[in-house]
């Protein structure tokens, strides 16, 4: 049998001793978890978008039955794009208000300062981090607009939900048609994703700078149905954009066919 020549307490020493990283082997861990990472942040991201989106859809179908309640308490009326004269608000207030109003949620006036002043809200586009305006109710409600379009399709103006669409005097409000007057609800737009800064939908509202870029190149719509569709950009583009003025555009009220 061989034996060792080293005493036990040599060879106890010896492995006691720690094993120390060399420089290379530090760099080479961490070049792996550079690149692990480097692969690993885009899907994180992209997760972290289809959960915005996710959380977005499901504020529209919350506004959608909203919307369907509104009409259901109101003879049949569209809730108003903006209502003149009623508060909260500069000289007005949005269809949002209204029909939020309808379910007893009450709005608190908070100052500039108030951390929660931009706080999240059925109302407001989970992918939307910019925060606009100085109006003490602006914090609760951006990104999505009503369907106030007010384009010329077919010799109609004002061709979306709103009869009439007007700003006399500084003081925009709308007039509403009623259910009954559009031929096909859930094939026409009710509530959709828009630029950051606005709450009622015009035709330069939505375009690739604003409101769908926030969904990775794709946008939400709210049919007055109730029911919600997530489109791509090209879609988004098609039914909002390059239809503008045309009877394809599922802002003209009596769009048919499909959403």
Same mark, same amino acid.
């Given at each position: 049998?061989?034996?060792?020549?080293?005493?036990?307490?040599? &060879?106890?020493?010896?492995?006691? %001793?720690?094993?120390?990283?060399?420089?290379?082997?530090?760099?080479?861990?961490?070049?792996?978890?550079?690149? *692990?990472?480097?692969?690993?942040?885009?899907? *994180?991201?992209?997760?972290?978008?289809?959960?915005?989106?996710?959380?977005?859809?499901?504020?529209?179908?919350?506004?959608?039955?909203?919307?369907?309640?509104?009409?259901?308490?109101?003879? +049949?009326?569209?809730?108003?794009?903006?209502?003149?004269? %009623? $508060?909260?608000?500069?000289?007005?207030?949005?269809?949002?208000?209204?029909?939020?109003?309808?379910?007893?949620? *009450?709005?608190?006036? &908070?100052?500039?300062?108030?951390?929660?002043?931009?706080?999240?809200?059925?109302?407001?586009?989970?992918?939307?981090?910019?925060?606009? +305006?100085?109006?003490?109710?602006?914090?609760?409600?951006?990104?999505?607009?009503?369907?106030?379009?007010?384009?010329?399709?077919? +010799?109609?103006?004002?061709?979306?939900?709103?009869?009439?669409?007007?700003?006399?005097?500084?003081? #925009?409000?709308?007039? #509403?048609?009623?259910?009954?007057?559009? #031929?096909? $609800?859930?094939?026409?737009?009710?509530?959709?994703?828009?630029?950051?800064?606005?709450?009622?939908?015009?035709? +330069?509202?939505?375009?690739?700078?604003?409101?769908?870029?926030?969904?990775?190149?794709?946008?939400?719509?709210?049919? *007055?149905?109730?029911?919600?569709?997530?489109?791509?950009?090209?879609?988004?583009?098609?039914? %909002? %954009?390059?239809?503008?003025?045309?009877?394809?555009?599922?802002?003209?009220?009596?769009?048919?066919?499909?959403?």
């Amino acid at each position: 049998m061989k034996t060792s020549n080293c005493s036990p307490e040599f &060879r106890q020493k010896k492995t006691s %001793l720690p094993h120390c990283f060399t420089l290379i082997e530090l760099l080479v861990v961490i070049a792996i978890i550079a690149i *692990l990472a480097a692969m690993l942040l885009p899907a *994180l991201q992209q997760a972290r978008e289809r959960g915005r989106n996710i959380s977005c859809v499901n504020n529209l179908k919350q506004q959608g039955s909203e919307v369907m309640m509104y009409i259901n308490d109101y003879d +049949g009326y569209i809730v108003p794009a903006k209502t003149q004269g %009623l $508060p909260p608000g500069r000289g007005g207030t949005y269809w949002n208000h209204n029909y939020a109003r309808l379910l007893g949620i *009450l709005y608190q006036s &908070r100052s500039i300062d108030d951390p929660n002043r931009f706080r999240p809200s059925t109302y407001s586009c989970p992918a939307n981090n910019e925060k606009y +305006g100085e109006n003490d109710y602006s914090w609760w409600q951006r990104g999505y607009g009503f369907n106030a379009y007010i384009q010329t399709v077919n +010799g109609e103006k004002n061709a979306g939900l709103m009869v009439t669409v007007d700003a006399t005097d500084g003081i #925009p409000h709308s007039v #509403p048609r009623k259910i009954n007057a559009v #031929p096909s $609800p859930s094939a026409v737009m009710a509530i959709c994703d828009i630029r950051n800064d606005i709450v009622y939908y015009n035709s +330069g509202s939505v375009r690739p700078t604003n409101g769908y870029t926030r969904h990775g190149m794709g946008g939400n719509i709210c049919y *007055l149905d109730g029911h919600v569709k997530s489109h791509t950009a090209a879609e988004y583009q098609k039914r %909002l %954009l390059n239809s503008d003025s045309k009877p394809e555009s599922v802002a003209y009220y009596k769009h048919t066919g499909n959403d």
